[in-house]
């Protein structure tokens, strides 16, 4: 259903889902999904999704803080925040995020989509590490004659 685009279908089955797991962790299955919306750049079918189970199921769902992140988070991505809001929800929200390591995976790389956000990317940070130690040592840049 991720790689679909029938927003509405793949709220369907995660309500069919839902009543097979913990209602604790209903608010998992429905940001799950909108994550890997997320992550492959459907930020409409994430949005429809989202809004779809908030407004039609949100007793199915409940408000967990996870589902306040995941507003916030669609509310950023929508508007073109910056990266110093994704980086405070993040801190924010991290109890709620870190009950599924997934959940952790896949904001790295909706970090790296929609905020340009280097964090989790080790060959970037070694990249400037290395940069930043040239310069330090007196390398520094070459100057032009």
Known sequence: YAQGTDALKYLQMIVIYSKDVYST???????????????????????????NAMQNHGEVFGISPLIRFTNFLLQAINKKESVGIFKLLKQKYEPSIQRDPALVQMLNVIGTNYFASTQGNPMFQNMLRNMMTAMTQGQGMPQLP
Do not use: M, Q
Not at 29 to 47: G, M, Q
């Open 25 to 51: 962790e209903r608010d998992l299955l429905l940001c799950r999904a909108v994550f890997h919306y997320l992550v492959i750049r459907k930020v409409p079918e994430a949005t429809t999704l989202f809004l």
